[in-house]
């Protein structure tokens, strides 16, 4: 393998008459050395080359080189080249350090009040995936060939249009594609120009809450809830106003909510107890936004994949005052590297959101899109889908089996309709991050959902997914977990 390297464009400081000029190519490429510019390791050009870039001779660059050996900062010999070198000399160090106290302390930013607000969302890590790890497909099952080569496909035809961008809503025959899907699978009712592509649902919700927040505006949220929408309306200054979650789904909002333009919702398949909303709550959560002249904020997560009970059409699709901003995305689906997802929006709004898209971000990586609309076109996200819901409902089935032989007494499982995770009740009075700590310690992934609450939980529990693993890995994770809380008992 070889090194890389290094891009040289120094900019030298001015020579003093008096220094020589060996000397003076000696104190830059130190100084660079000090500063970071010029990495460990990487490899320097000939001396010949430098020599004739910045007009010396060869001889001075030779002679700054050698000093630089002799002092550590460099290695090499005559015909293998010149690197910076990986381990510097023990004096360096001590430069560095000194370098890094001496500076002067900064005095406090003068920020926002949204820099103020703003908090840090979790992203997921690059570790080994292990049970029971939630919201995340079975990425080893993803037909990555399929996806190179309409990718490479793509790439051989690239055009100036599409080096140039596309509309702000998006590549148009992708908009076409998710209409389509939509449509048919989720029961929606929308044309390709209400469609916007997107990051993903959290730059969806940014661009709704931009657009109908002010600081001190009240959103009705399910209790508990998304903890990412929370934080994306908080930054804005809005207030969030808990609404409670029973066997239909989302109450409808109280007298609290009286000044509400927004409410949250995951009605396909309420995040994170997994509870579908019944067909009446869906009915006279609409007729409420429709009297309260609210908007809802639909967000169809992961409601591809339901292996129970008949498919309920999207609250967008039963929606006939266009109260209903429908969202959804491509990474809880396919794999979470695609920043790719989709807003629908009530005709009303599209020409507000597509503004303030432009000064957000423009638009989403247009050849992204190019590849997914091939991948959706040509029937292979289709299949996709069949194949992972198969997989999944096997794998939901031998998580079941193996909670009711080993977590009897311990979890009970609740029943889950659709989705990558389940929920599970904790029994004898097991706290569930005492759980969550005595699981990981045996390697099992579980989150609280206390975590996702604001306030206290009536009943502990634990978030699962089943998803992601095998069945062999389910297994070890039920062994592990009823270990784990055997010993909490």
Known sequence: MSRRITSFNLLLPARKAATPAFRWLYSALRADILEGRLRPGSRLPATRDLAAQYGLSRGTVVSAFDELKAEGYLHGSRGSGTYISSVLPEH?????????????????????????????????????????????????????????????RRLRHLSIPQLLGCDTLGYLPLREAVADYLNTSRGTHCKAEQVMIVSGTQEALDLTARLLLNPGDPVCMEEPGYPGAALAFEALGAKICAVPVDGEGMALPGAQARRAKLVYATPGHQFPLGTTMSLARRLQLLEWARRSCALIFEDDYDSEFRYTGRPIPALQGLDQQGSVLFAGSFSKVLFPSLRLGYLVLPPDLIEHFAAAKTVLNRHAPPFEQTVLCDFIVEGHFARHLRRMREVYAERLSVLTEHARQKLKGLLELSSV????????????????????????????????????????????????GFAAVNAQEIKRGVHQLAAALEELC
């Open 92 to 152: 360096l160090l001590q430069v560095q350090a000194s370098q890094r106290f001496s500076v002067r302390k900064q005095p406090p930013r003068r920020l926002s009040d949204y820099a103020a607000r703003v908090q840090p969302f979790s992203n997921l890590e690059s570790r080994p995936t292990r049970a029971f790890r939630a919201n995340l497909p079975a990425l080893d099952l993803f037909p990555t060939k399929i996806w190179t080569r309409i990718a490479e």
């Open 417 to 464: 309709e659709a989705g990558l995770q389940t929920v599970g009740w904790l029994q004898q009075g097991i706290d569930s991050r005492a759980a969550r700590r005595a699981a990981a310690a045996r390697k099992v992934e579980v989150m609280p959902l206390r975590f996702y609450s604001r306030g206290p939980m009536q009943r502990e529990g634990l978030q699962l």
